[in-house]
Nanobody, 123 residues
Framework: QVQLVESGGGLVQTGGSLRLSCTAS????????MGWFRQAPGKEREFVGS??????VYGGSVKGRFTIYEDDSKTTLYLQMNSLKPEDTGVYYC??????????????????WGQGTQVTVSS
């Protein structure tokens, strides 16, 4: 059983930075495919990026601004968000799928989700 706990959201001005954390219990990222998603009010959950075998894949809207990386223990995943824009506002979720070793940007391919953390970017 994998449990994911996120932290690090908050309010930031346009152009600012935030770092989100996702700590996993019940496994390491060696055998859990990880993803970051976000959901704005009234919109569907959107793929932000994934972390598979210590390699990131980014969604098009965040490429070049966001960075995903892990800690040495491979149990905490970070989402460094720079050059934030108002359209980055939403609830950010980390997600995990044990045993999957391929990239996916689909919500349905992740069985475990964190509780979400709010990110608000003011203009």
């Amino acid at each position: 059983q994998v449990q994911l706990v996120e932290s690090g959201g908050g309010l930031v001005q346009t152009g600012g930075s935030l770092r989100l954390s996702c700590t996993a219990s019940g496994g390491t990222f060696n055998n859990i495919a990880m993803g970051w998603f976000r959901q704005a009010p009234g919109k569907e959950r959107e793929f932000v990026g994934s972390w598979i075998r210590s390699r990131p894949v980014y969604g098009g809207s965040v490429k070049g601004r966001f960075t995903i990386y892990e800690d040495d223990s491979k149990t905490t995943l970070y989402l460094q968000m720079n050059s934030l824009k108002p359209e980055d506002t939403g609830v950010y979720y980390c997600a995990g799928q044990p045993g999957r070793l391929y990239y996916s940007d689909l919500v349905r391919e992740y069985d475990y989700w964190g509780q979400g953390t709010q990110v608000t970017v003011s203009s």
